[in-house]
Every structure is written in structure tokens, then in C-alpha cells.
């Protein structure tokens, strides 16, 4: 299969945390590239609710003058 739109990536992990991508890689018969890329997915998604929400306690009220400025800019 040809990878398309893909980085190349060298990180460092404990040993267990790399014994648990390989069990979980050979169980699944997925690539430990696709477990981490959906993994990433997953957590970034549950950092995007938790920034939300927080946006949700403290809303950032600006006038109507400086959304127009902002979409000007655009």
C-alpha cells in the first residue's frame, strides 16, 4: 500500500509502554504506526472536549468591531 501525506516520526518510549505497542500490534495484526496514529487521534480528540469545556467556563467576549477587524484579516 502506498502512503500518502505520512511523516516520518523517531520518538523514545519506556520498554513496557513499547512491549504493550508490540503485543497489541501483533494481536491486532496492525502496524504499531496505525495503533499510535489512532491513539494520537483518540487523545487529541479528548484534549479538543477538555479545551472546549474550558473555553465553556471562561468565554472570551470580544466587540462586534474587533470580529470584523479579525475576519478582515482574513
Known amino acids: 500500500m502506498k502512503m500518502?501525506?505520512?511523516?516520518?516520526m523517531s520518538f523514545t518510549i519506556e520498554h513496557a509502554l513499547k512491549n504493550e505497542l508490540d503485543e497489541?500490534?501483533?494481536e491486532l495484526?496492525?502496524?504499531?504506526?496505525?495503533?499510535?496514529?489512532n491513539a494520537l487521534e483518540l487523545y487529541f480528540d479528548t484534549l479538543d472536549l477538555k479545551?472546549?469545556?474550558?473555553r465553556l467556563?471562561?468565554?472570551?467576549?470580544i466587540s462586534q468591531d474587533e470580529m470584523?477587524?479579525?475576519?478582515?484579516e482574513l
Not at 495484526?29 to 496514529?37: C, E, F, N, Y
Not at 479545551?51 to 474550558?54: E, G, L, S, V
Not at 467556563?57 to 467576549?61: A, F, L, R, T
Request: aromatic share 6%; no cysteine.
Open 4 to 8: 500518502q501525506n505520512v511523516a516520518k
Open 51 to 54: 479545551i472546549a469545556q474550558d
Open 57 to 61: 467556563k471562561n468565554p472570551q467576549i
Open 24 to 26: 497489541f500490534s501483533k
Open 29 to 37: 495484526s496492525l502496524s504499531k504506526s496505525r495503533i499510535i496514529a
Open 68 to 72: 470584523q477587524k479579525f475576519v478582515d
